[in-house]
């Protein structure tokens, strides 16, 4: 029996003419991820030119450039990895998937999607374990002495929207009607 399922490129990244459209299966709009990491970054370089701008004039460093920054590094790589698996952009070894037969590609973007799903959902568990303790024994940050958990609870958390990112690009590709 031929084979008559729809063909199903998962590096497709959905793209329109215009840009417009970057995943027309998403629920929530993409550019709510492209805005948070964005802002994140913008904090970033706000933070470290004003200490590098500081250090030069007076030979005095801010003491919370660090701990903010790393935090908003944290933050921001794991909003652009919800937006990567909403639009389809995330990391793979093209040269083995070109080629693969259209069968072999969507058990490779199986076996991706559910590898994925599993280290996010272990990051979830790990994560909100971690947050606990911090919060339970009043952990606080090196630096600035806040709650350590402040920082921490986004890892959960945003491990979550990209668990919420992933099943939806799973579903879209399964239907056939990834982009």
Known sequence: MPDTSPEIDPRDTGRTETGTDLA??????????EALGA???????????????????????????????????VFMTFVGASAAFATN??????????????RTRIAAEAVTLAATTAMFALIVYYGG????????????????????????VWLPLLS????????????????????
Do not use: C
């Not at 027309?24 to 991820?33: G, Q, T, Y």
């Open 24 to 33: 027309p299966h998403a629920r929530v709009p993409v550019k709510l991820e």
């Open 39 to 73: 802002a994140a970054m913008a904090l970033i370089v706000v933070i470290s030119f004003g200490n590098v701008l500081v250090r030069y004039l007076t030979n005095v460093s801010f003491a919370f450039t660090e701990e903010f920054s790393i935090f908003l590094l």
């Open 89 to 102: 952009e995330h990391i793979r070894i093209t040269f083995f998937l070109d080629r693969m037969g259209p």
């Open 129 to 152: 374990q971690v947050t606990y303790d911090e919060w339970y024994w009043g952990e606080t940050s090196p630096g600035l002495g806040y709650p350590a958990w402040i920082y921490t």
């Open 160 to 179: 979550l929207a990209i668990l919420g990112r992933v099943i939806g690009r799973a579903v879209a590709t399964f239907r056939g009607r990834a982009r």
